[in-house]
T-cell receptor, first 113, second 112 residues
Framework: GAGVSQTPSNKVTEKGKYVELRCDPI?????LYWYRQSLGQGPEFLIY????????DSGLPNDRFFAVRPEGSVSTLKIQRTERGDSAVYLC???????????FGPGTRLLVL | AQSVAQPEDQVNVAEGNPLTVKCTYS??????LFWYVQYPNRGLQFLLK??????LVKGSYGFEAEFNKSQTSFHLKKPSALVSDSALYFC??????????FGRGTSLIVHP
């Protein structure tokens, strides 16, 4: 079956611009996570959704980052006024239940020039 | 706070030899432990997990891991390494919350 998909696979933007990253989870998975992975590091938690609501957004680094999941399926991570330090691979994962095995997408590689 | 340590940035092993990738953790309460593998330009793939029960957990592709509570370790092992096992391996831990913490990863290189 279809796995987790993320679009775009690569995004190049200029400092100060706004970007949206999309995640399509596995159908029926209620839990959805966003992570950021920098070179040489493990995934760093950003935000966790259970259904439509953000159950934990404690990992968002500042108020430039925001994520939504309006219908409990597709999620969009939004970054305002991008900075060069935002450059990383943004990973999405979904899980059929809370916190158990997570299924990861291939990631979106964001480069802020 | 929870944390994971993967003390080796890189592990080198000859094909056919046993391999071990080390992981130690710190967490309040009972740990939920996971291993994931990442191939180049791919997302992380689940290998195995420990939630409760037997300390020796068997997972995908012939991998296994042993939960050791007294040493707070969850080392990944395989009896006979394959060149195709070469990849980046991540250990993760979470507590009763649903938010895992990942280690920095260990690059496994299996030489022919």
């Amino acid at each position: 079956g279809a796995g987790v998909s993320q679009t775009p696979s690569n995004k190049v933007t200029e400092k100060g611009k706004y970007v949206e990253l999309r995640c399509d989870p596995i159908s029926g998975h209620t839990a959805l996570y966003w992570y950021r992975q920098s070179l040489g590091q493990g995934p760093e938690f950003l935000i966790y959704f259970q259904g439509t609501g953000a159950a934990d957004d404690s990992g968002l680094p500042n108020d430039r980052f925001f994520a939504v999941r309006p219908e409990g399926s597709v999620s969009t991570l939004k970054i305002q006024r991008t900075e060069r330090g935002d450059s990383a691979v943004y990973l999405c994962a979904s899980s059929p239940t809370n916190g158990e095995t997570q299924y990861f997408g291939p990631g979106t590689r964001l480069l802020v020039l | 706070a929870q944390s994971v340590a993967q003390p080796e940035d890189q592990v080198n092993v000859a094909e056919g030899n046993p391999l071990t990738v080390k992981c130690t953790y710190s967490v309040s309460g009972n740990p939920y432990l996971f291993w994931y593998v990442q191939y180049p330009n791919r997302g992380l793939q689940f290998l195995l997990k420990y939630i409760t029960g037997d300390n020796l957990v068997k997972g995908s592709y012939g991998f296994e891991a042993e939960f050791n509570k007294s040493q707070t370790s969850f080392h990944l092992k395989k009896p006979s390494a394959l060149v195709s096992d070469s990849a980046l391996y991540f250990c993760a831990v979470r507590d009763i919350s649903y938010i895992p913490t990942f280690g920095r990863g260990t690059s496994l290189i299996v030489h022919p």
